[in-house]
């Protein structure tokens, strides 16, 4: 035992002996107790960090959630009523399909290490395989991860859940990564951190993977200080999403309890309508058509005297674009000419049929 570790054992004991004497828990202990015990006993500051080591140190060997807060420093987790604590933010993430499970499985991790351990943004993004211990009892940094009574709301089941795909992930292994966020394989009353987790997490260099906009994973750095800002408050915004998993995720129809004659005579009644539709739209098109050929039979073309004096091939070309346009068309500028402007080989002007207008006040690009 190291000179450290008989200190902090020294610092435990003593925490112990003023519980039992004053008939508080040691352990489990309440924050409210350590605070009371922290005060009654006054010391430099790394002497009651000691203290709290020590208390945090037995709670983690005896596999329970350290009661310890930790000292108060900014962290990118802010208290705030308006938003999602950490297990409702973990409710409503999504867990399945990619790429918005992957993308939410990630997030969910990230929710874990900044709102439950109040890890800085770069505490959260050293975060490395070494920092994690997976055994019966989930640790990251030395901290128990709590087991909730909901698996959606369950901290170690985000953990674990990140974990099982982090690594086919990292390595880009598509087919694997869609068959792990498969819905129709899932159980979301089942706890993910009670199945055991394969291994290759541990190829993963980092944990907080960015991931592109299709979700495939781009390794090489973390998730960026910037991206964690942005993600947070976007996953703690209450959204009542409820996801469906399972053998028949598919949403139930008016289908789904008829026999198959039943069926048959469903679809043959939907076919009718939809011919009786199709024969609807066929009319009104057909009678739009009369509509505009009656229209175009209103319209007569208006001579201008500037066409006049222009050469034959623009008069003629002039003469054309005037037409008003045919039938199964409709014409945007139906009641006024395009007309080629002389000297210019790109430009046309457009006028009104009734007036004249200056043709440098009107040119527009074709
Ligand atoms: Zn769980």
């Given at each position: ?26 352990l ?11 005060e ?28 310890v ?5 900014p962290?990118?987790?802010h ?64 901290r ?37 966020l ?5 159980d ?29 994973a ?7 200080k910037g ?34 004659a ?10 009718e ?16 058509r009369?509509?505009g ?5 209103l ?26 346009v ?29 007036g ?11």
């Amino acid at each position: 035992m190291t000179s450290r570790e008989m200190l902090l054992d020294a610092h435990w004991s003593r925490f112990e002996a003023w519980c039992s004497a004053w008939g508080r828990s040691a352990l489990p202990a309440s924050p409210e107790t350590i605070d009371e015990f922290l005060e009654l006993f006054p010391g430099s500051r790394s002497q009651q960090r000691l203290r709290r080591q020590a208390i945090a140190r037995a709670h983690a060997a005896a596999g329970e959630s350290s009661p310890v807060t930790p000292a108060a420093t900014p962290t990118v987790w802010h208290e705030d009523p308006k938003l999602a604590d950490v297990e409702r933010a973990l409710a409503e993430i999504p867990k399945y399909r990619h790429p918005v499970g992957l993308r939410g499985r990630r997030d969910a991790f990230l929710i874990v290490l900044t709102g439950y351990l109040r890890l800085s943004r770069s505490q959260a993004r050293s975060v490395s395989v070494d920092d994690i211990e997976l055994t019966s009892i989930l640790k990251i940094r030395g901290r128990v991860i709590p087991i909730g009574n909901k698996p959606v709301t369950c901290m170690a089941c985000a953990v674990t859940r990140w974990l099982r795909v982090v690594g086919n992930s990292y390595r880009g292994h598509r087919r694997e990564t869609y068959q792990l966020l498969d819905p129709t394989r899932a159980d979301l009353e089942d706890h993910d951190c009670h199945v055991e987790v394969e291994e290759d997490w541990r190829v993963a260099d980092q944990l907080l993977l960015p991931l592109d906009a299709h979700g495939w994973a781009r390794p090489g750095v973390p998730l960026s200080k910037g991206a964690i800002t942005r993600v947070l408050p976007a996953r703690r915004r209450a959204s009542g999403f409820v996801e469906m998993v399972g053998p028949r995720t598919r949403r139930a129809t008016r289908f789904n309890k008829l026999t198959v004659a039943e069926t048959y005579k469903a679809a043959g009644e939907l076919e009718e309508k939809v011919a009786a539709a199709a024969a609807r739209a066929a009319e009104a098109v057909a009678q739009a058509r009369r509509l505009g050929l009656d229209i175009d039979g209103l319209l007569v073309p208006v001579p201008d005297e500037e066409d006049d004096n222009e050469g034959p091939g623009d008069a003629s070309l002039a003469a054309g674009l005037a037409r008003p346009v045919g039938v199964n068309g409709c014409c945007p500028n139906r009641g006024s000419s395009l007309e080629r402007s002389p000297g210019s080989s790109s430009h046309f002007e457009l006028r009104p049929k009734t007036g004249r207008t200056s043709p440098t006040a009107s040119s527009v690009a074709v």
